[in-house]
């Protein structure tokens, strides 16, 4: 089944400590990005690569590192997670670069204490 | 700026009445424009894509309208079930930099 994993589902952690969400797609797409939404503000885009070791920042990257070491894996991490990362976090995948739909994952509901 | 504003916020209704969200874009130059439904704690799923040259398009009880002179889109949900409540969100796509554009959504409601 095609598909966009992301994990964990669910995390609560403390302020500092850092984590890795990884997320992983098996559809051969060269496009991947990742979001976080947040209530009334709709869906912001943190960081997207167009292929294997080409990654470029979104809108709201402060906070955020990522890597492209494979064409599947695109992993989200938080060096020192504060308060104000605490949201709902998705990864998406797309065919390639200007293709119009996107592939979401099941999504990340990360709390940070 | 590019932005993408839908209305309402949020909508109740009643099962198996109709209902109809709106979305309008300025974003430029346009590509196309996809309506998303979000179930609560799920990714959002593509419903249905309009380009420029559509005016409309049907996925089942779901009916997409395009102005793109007027930059407005709308969903249409017929006969609603209890399954419909979710969000649904409007991404338009634009040919600069490979960009999707989000609106904000609307959270629907369908009651028994």
């Known amino acids: 089944e095609a598909q966009v994993t992301q994990n964990p589902r669910y995390l609560i952690t403390v302020t500092g400590k850092k984590l890795t969400v990884t997320c992983s797609q098996n559809m051969n797409h060269e496009y991947m990005s990742w979001y976080r939404q947040d209530p009334g503000l709709g869906l912001r885009q943190i960081y997207y690569?167009?292929?294997?070791?080409?990654?470029d920042k979104g809108d709201v990257p402060e906070g955020y590192k990522v890597s492209r070491k494979e064409k599947r894996n695109f992993p989200l991490i938080l060096e020192s997670p504060s308060p104000n990362q605490t949201s709902l976090y998705f990864c998406?995948?797309?065919?390639?670069?200007?293709?119009?739909?996107?592939?979401f994952g099941q999504g990340t509901r990360l709390t940070v204490v | 700026k590019n932005q993408v504003e839908q209305s309402p916020q949020s909508l109740i209704i009643l099962e198996g009445k109709n209902c109809t969200l709106q979305?309008?874009?300025?974003?430029?130059?346009?590509?196309?424009l996809r309506w998303y439904k979000q179930d609560t704690g799920r990714g959002p799923v593509s419903l249905t894509i309009m380009t420029f040259s559509e005016n409309t398009k049907s996925n089942g009880r779901y009916t997409a309208t395009l102005d793109a002179d007027t930059k407005q889109s709308s969903l249409h949900i017929t006969a609603s079930q209890l399954s419909d409540s979710a969000s649904y969100i409007c991404v338009v796509s634009s040919y600069n930099f490979n960009k999707f554009y989000f609106g904000s959504g609307t959270k629907l409601n369908v009651k028994p």
């Open positions: 998406a995948s797309s065919p390639f670069p200007g293709s119009t739909e996107a592939f």
């Open positions: 979305c309008n874009y300025t974003v430029s130059p346009f590509s196309n």
């Open positions: 690569s167009m292929n294997v070791e080409v990654t």
